[in-house]
């Protein structure tokens, strides 16, 4: 089991920026990918970021080049900062991670942080 706990969602007008963060418990040598997806009102969830194992990373193409994924192990917590924000980007942003146990994926979600980009 992973608990995950998401802190820095907010108000900010557009071309501004947030870091949203996740930090996980539990099992967490068991996490094979951390990442975001996000839900807009009347929208499917969609997968924002993703940063796996290694350094590999993957961003939707709506945010390459304006958010960046990280994470920071000593911390088991993994952010994403997002600048250049657009009002299309508002959302609930939702942590998620993939543990491996026995060959067998499992996904845990975050309780999902609301972004609302708007003058």
């Known amino acids: 089991q992973v608990q995950l706990v998401e802190s820095g969602g907010g108000l900010v007008q557009p071309g501004g920026s947030l870091r949203l963060s996740c930090t996980a418990s539990g099992s967490i040598n068991s996490i094979y990918a951390r990442g975001w997806y996000r839900q807009a009102p009347g929208k499917q969830r969609e997968l924002v970021a993703v940063i796996r194992s290694g350094v590999s990373t993957n961003y939707a193409d709506s945010v390459k080049g304006r958010f960046i994924i990280s994470r920071e192990d000593p911390k088991n917590t993994v952010y994403l900062q997002m600048n250049s924000l657009k009002p299309e980007d508002t959302a609930v942003y939702y942590c998620?991670?993939?543990?491996?146990?026995?060959?067998?994926?499992?996904?845990?979600w975050g309780q999902g942080t609301q972004v609302t980009v708007s003058s």
């Open positions: 998620n991670v993939i543990t491996v146990v026995v060959g067998v994926q499992y996904p845990y």
